[in-house]
């Protein structure tokens, strides 16, 4: 009796020393990170998006209303339905050059892209900061339609992928303008984007004439090539609006398509009144080819839950405004340099974040 109760403590002994070090269950947090990929960029140098913060407008009041937490949560709701169901997503058909679509599913949306330039539920385009990396296919769908990456260099795949590239004349400088007249011959692009923010001493920096004069010696001739032509692309310094009025009035015989600018600041309703200022003025067009809900006036960024308000928001206007063709989120890249990372669109392994599945499924 003795000995098998020894032999019952030994057995019990052993199960309680195979419990306690056996291996430990494998967790999200004991694993390894996800690795981030070495990307080299090879579009034109983008410079650094800090500004002169005492010119610009006013900082949003502390006051300012929350965000309301029934339309966040739905934009949040359809962003992570699409990242959930990507994998499954059906083989996109409308663009016969174009390859399946399988990395992006559809958030369920009810505005439906055709994948035309302009178009109601096709209006949103890529600032595109990752050179030829393969990761462009990911932020290519039928609400997706124009690409530019702040100079000439179009990515490998854009045609393949079914990408209207938009080339730039980004500042006056030889080496840019040297590069600019040798990339530039018929089928490079569809639209010539003007001059980057020359309203700006850190940007392209120039006065209106100098601008004007470039514009009638290397961009005008383009349009012999078949070239739509973008106006120079003003910051949201308000300043840009008179250069752009003595821009035109400089530029006699010049054709202006597109009206492009730019939009950094806190809420849709300042985004709106912007864009209607400048449209009232110019009675043109307009391509948005910079905009994030980004703070640049010294006070608090938007929270998470704001900025997928704001985008959701952004988005239905953008639709809904007949004047407003092309709107490109800054940005595709992974340094947003200086602008709330919060807004960033791509991950480290080059797939969409949940605010770029709103962004490229047109999620509102």
């Known amino acids: 009796?003795?000995?098998?109760?020894?032999?019952?403590?030994?057995?019990?002994?052993?199960?309680?020393?195979?419990?306690?070090?056996?291996?430990?269950?494998?967790?999200?947090l004991t694993t390894g990170g996800v690795h981030h990929l070495n990307r080299q960029v090879a579009h034109a140098p983008i410079a650094k998006k800090k500004r002169d913060?005492?010119?610009?407008?006013?900082?949003?009041?502390?006051?300012?209303?929350?965000?309301s937490s029934t339309h966040s949560?739905?934009?949040?709701?359809?962003?992570?339905?699409?990242?959930?169901?990507?994998?499954?997503a059906a083989p996109t058909t409308s663009?016969?050059?174009?390859?399946?679509?399988?990395?992006?599913?559809?958030?369920?949306?009810?505005?439906v892209g055709n994948g035309k330039f302009g178009q109601k539920g096709s209006k949103l385009c890529v600032a595109w900061g990752d050179g030829n990396d393969p990761s462009l296919a990911n932020f290519k769908t039928d609400h997706v339609v124009g690409l530019y990456d702040w100079g000439v260099d179009k990515p490998s795949d854009a045609d393949k992928l079914g990408f209207d590239f938009w080339p730039m004349l980004w500042g006056g400088s030889q080496d840019k303008i040297d590069a600019f007249e040798k990339a530039m011959k018929p089928?490079?692009?569809?639209?010539?984007?003007?001059?980057?923010?020359?309203?700006?001493?850190?940007?392209?920096?120039?006065?209106?004439?100098?601008?004007?004069?470039?514009?009638?010696?290397?961009?005008?001739?383009?349009?012999?090539?078949?070239?739509?032509?973008?106006?120079?692309?003003?910051?949201?310094?308000?300043?840009?609006?008179?250069?752009?009025q003595d821009f035109m009035a400089a530029c006699d015989g010049c054709t202006v398509?597109?009206?492009?600018?730019?939009?950094?600041?806190?809420?849709?309703?300042?985004?709106?009144?912007?864009?209607?200022?400048?449209?009232?003025e110019l009675n043109l067009p307009i391509l948005l080819t910079e905009f994030a809900d980004q703070n640049f006036n010294g006070g608090g960024q938007a929270?998470?839950?704001?900025?997928?308000?704001?985008?959701g928001e952004a988005l239905t206007f953008f639709d809904e405004t007949d004047w407003i063709l092309a709107a490109c989120p800054f940005g595709?890249?992974?340094?947003?340099?200086?602008?709330?990372?919060?807004?960033?669109?791509?991950?480290?392994?080059?797939?969409?974040?949940?605010?770029?599945?709103?962004?490229?499924?047109?999620?509102h």
């Open 95 to 111: 663009k016969a050059s174009a390859p399946a679509t399988t990395s992006k599913a559809s958030s369920g949306s009810s505005n």
């Open 53 to 67: 913060q005492s010119k610009r407008c006013k900082a949003r009041p502390s006051s300012s209303a929350a965000p």
């Open 332 to 363: 595709v890249m992974h340094d947003l340099q200086g602008v709330n990372t919060l807004n960033l669109l791509q991950k480290s392994d080059g797939t969409p974040t949940d605010l770029g599945y709103v962004v490229i499924n047109n999620s």
């Open 303 to 311: 929270t998470s839950s704001e900025i997928f308000q704001f985008m």
């Open 187 to 244: 089928g490079l692009g569809t639209i010539v984007l003007g001059f980057n923010e020359p309203n700006e001493q850190g940007q392209s920096n120039m006065d209106p004439q100098t601008a004007a004069d470039l514009w009638k010696k290397h961009i005008e001739p383009k349009r012999s090539m078949g070239y739509k032509t973008c106006s120079p692309a003003m910051s949201s310094r308000p300043n840009g609006h008179k250069w752009m």
């Open 257 to 280: 398509d597109y009206q492009c600018v730019h939009w950094y600041d806190i809420g849709i309703d300042k985004l709106k009144a912007y864009l209607t200022q400048y449209h009232n």
């Open 73 to 88: 949560s739905s934009v949040h709701t359809q962003a992570q339905a699409a990242a959930t169901t990507k994998a499954q």
């Open 1 to 28: 009796m003795a000995s098998k109760l020894l032999n019952l403590v030994a057995l019990s002994s052993l199960a309680i020393m195979a419990c306690t070090f056996g291996a430990a269950p494998t967790t999200a």
